[in-house]
């Protein structure tokens, strides 16, 4: 039987994770793949010399790079450095390469991408957007014959434990949030990454690069965290009927035109997304032949993250081209980006229970309390509606806006 | 550029579909495969003679066959004969095939794909499980490091498209059915393939077969359809927080121990197969490593369908090796098979008012109309279920069974 060997780079929780399922599931990959895969090299800078495996760690990434039985390297460091280099390093070579890391992809893609195109062999990194859902593997797989102009998607497990918590629990944010950093779902003690929208940010990024087939930069993701989303505003919609999800959306047909980006949104009940909770992930393609498709899985986890990775590496093994995963470097963008006219949920709050009433009588409020009122807009441009949100400001109020996602 | 020739066999609604996506999306394959994909034969034994691609139609299958230049065959014909022996022969011949027929793949899919191997060639079908869901694709690709001991699905739009009518619109099942009919959803004029569950057991047999490395002939599928499902017993369900569908389900980690089914069955409105209205399809995959994961989209449909099996054409020229994809011969089945206790939804009926009530006192209804009462049995085996039944007709009453199927 043919044994495939592997090294991986980083034993953190993903790294230990990945070793733990090629052995709790060895029998059922050698029943499915006619392999063995082995882990032979394991590299991390923190000492393992009480470790079981403790022969295969080794701190110098030469080991890996000088092993010519070793052809597939998982990369589970984490960051671009030295993740970035050590990657390249493996990839020229001649290593196929898998990884989870968003950061690595999102911002080094389209150089990891060309060098594999290069030396002939492959990078996949199926767990790096949305942790077990089929989504990058349906793309460039059973979908490829598709154009997609639409993905909405909960792309972070934590704001959207968050979410659901204040929701169920009618909690503060800051409850919330340092529930979520207590079971380890946000990170202490800055949980930046994920509150402030820029973990959902990179992996859009991602699913947008593999759309458009060009680099779309972080940057140019309209990002928007869920530090402002308050216990009102969701028990506000509820009371119209939704809720309020951290949506991330990538929307039109080419690299120029496209509207990525990542910010609490308000959705209706019966939306799909809407049943969405706790750690959970979920995508909607719109696939302009197939029709919607949706994925569903867990964003995130030791083993559930290790064993698509897993599978990722068993791919690699099985394929001999890789083209369908290739983007270009960035392009420069049209000036004007297309906006839509979109449907805004506003929320309004004030001590002043008369004003409430004043601004009732004015906008066709949906949802009232003594302090608050919450309503919806007609299909308008963001500009109109920043400007309804100053108008109502003049009042000495609290306004926020939510786009309306729908299905 | 390099160009794939194809060859389409049977040239139907999906077949010609095929045809279309490839025409249709040309561009975006070009740009993602950096190949051309081209027909270049279409058997069908119907007059194409007026058809735009009329010189590239024939009637004889030599013609494939012998034509060196052709990689990849789709079948689109349906049914076992001609399809199976053509498809053998293309193999054969060294051709990889793709396939969405159902019956032909649940039958005949152990001898194909031992030709496949033997002849060095693919054979996908991921068309004929779940129309447009990245499903087997996923199985046998990014989730083959996870044993899969549960399977919930629902797998003919069909019998939902009938159901989801009778809930909403409180019609006949005779009434749904015709609707269905005029609308092509369902055969005219014996619609029993859908209706009595057939299509969805041979769906639930080839995942059967692949998540157990078995085949598993449809005859060992428990099978029971929709026929005597009423809008009472979707209206009862309805007040107990739930509703009915056809579920198709495989259970257990091994061949021998698996039960495999398809039966209408009470799930709460919680359940997340409740949501999938009309003739979408989902499937629940209960993954020992990385958790549920489910996919959904349409179940069927020309372009959908067509679309995924340009996507298996594409991947076929882009792998090395299909052993992913193979079992084996149907084994020996153990006598004793899995049964588990199952929570039971009852539904009775009766015209004399005084029964039900007497009945209502003696079992805890939880949902009572004038003639007709529903409830919960603990878990119970199938056998006690049945028990419970036949004494509950001892008072000349109609009851049904329905099984409750937990998330």
Redesign the interface.
């Known amino acids: 039987m043919e044994t495939v060997k592997i090294a991986i780079m980083g034993f953190g929780t993903i790294g230990s994770g990945i070793a733990e399922?090629?052995e709790?599931?060895r029998n059922?990959?050698i029943?499915?793949?006619?392999r063995v895969y082995e882990v032979t090299k394991i590299l991390d800078i923190r000492d393992f010399s009480l470790h079981p495996m403790k022969d295969r760690f080794t701190k110098n990434i030469e080991d890996i790079l000088n092993d010519d039985s070793i052809s597939v390297v998982a990369e589970s460091i984490g960051g671009t450095k030295p993740a970035f280099e050590f990657v390249m390093s493996c990839i020229k070579a001649g290593k196929h390469v898998v990884s989870s890391n968003k950061e690595l992809v999102a911002t080094k893609g389209v150089e990891i991408l060309k060098a594999a195109q290069e030396a002939g062999v492959g990078f996949l990194f199926?767990a790096s957007v949305g942790g077990?859902?089929?989504l990058i593997?349906?793309i460039?797989?059973?979908?490829?014959?598709?154009?997609i102009s639409k993905i909405d998607g909960i792309l972070n497990g934590t704001t959207n434990y968050i979410l659901t918590n204040i929701e169920k629990k009618k909690i503060s944010f800051e409850h919330a949030l340092e529930r979520a950093q207590d079971l380890g779902y946000a990170e202490t003690p800055d949980p930046s990454a994920d509150i402030d929208g820029h973990d959902a940010a990179r992996k859009i990024a991602i699913l947008a690069s593999l759309l458009y087939?060009y680099h779309m930069p972080v940057s140019r993701v309209a990002t928007e965290g869920i530090r402002g989303v308050s216990s009102f505003d969701l028990e506000l919609a509820q009371n119209l009927n939704g809720t309020i999800k951290l949506i991330a959306s990538c929307y039109g047909d080419n690299y120029g035109q496209a509207r990525v980006s990542v910010r609490p949104a308000y959705i209706f009940k019966t939306h799909?997304l809407a049943?969405v909770d706790d750690v959970n992930n979920m995508v909607l393609l719109d696939?302009?032949?197939?029709?919607?498709?949706?994925?569903?899985?867990?964003g995130a986890?030791k083993?559930?993250?290790?064993?698509?990775m897993?599978?990722?590496i068993?791919?690699l093994?099985?394929?001999?081209?890789?083209?369908?995963l290739l983007w270009d470097s960035e392009l420069v963008l049209d000036a004007d980006r297309q906006e839509q006219p979109l449907r805004y949920f506003v929320t309004v709050y004030s001590d002043n229970k008369k004003l409430i009433t004043k601004l009732v009588e004015q906008v066709d409020a949906g949802s009232i309390t003594d302090n608050s009122a919450a309503f919806f807009t007609s299909r308008i441009m963001r500009s109109e509606a920043e400007k309804l949100k100053k108008k109502l400001e003049t009042y000495n109020v609290t306004v926020k806006l939510y786009e309306v996602v729908e299905e």
């Open positions: 399922v090629l709790k599931q059922v990959i029943s499915r793949t006619g199926e077990t859902l089929p593997s349906s460039t797989g059973i979908l490829q014959a598709n154009s087939g799909r049943s696939c302009n032949m197939s029709g919607i498709v949706s994925v569903y899985g867990r986890g083993l559930p993250t290790a064993a698509v897993v599978g990722d068993i791919e093994t099985q394929r001999s081209d890789f083209s369908q």
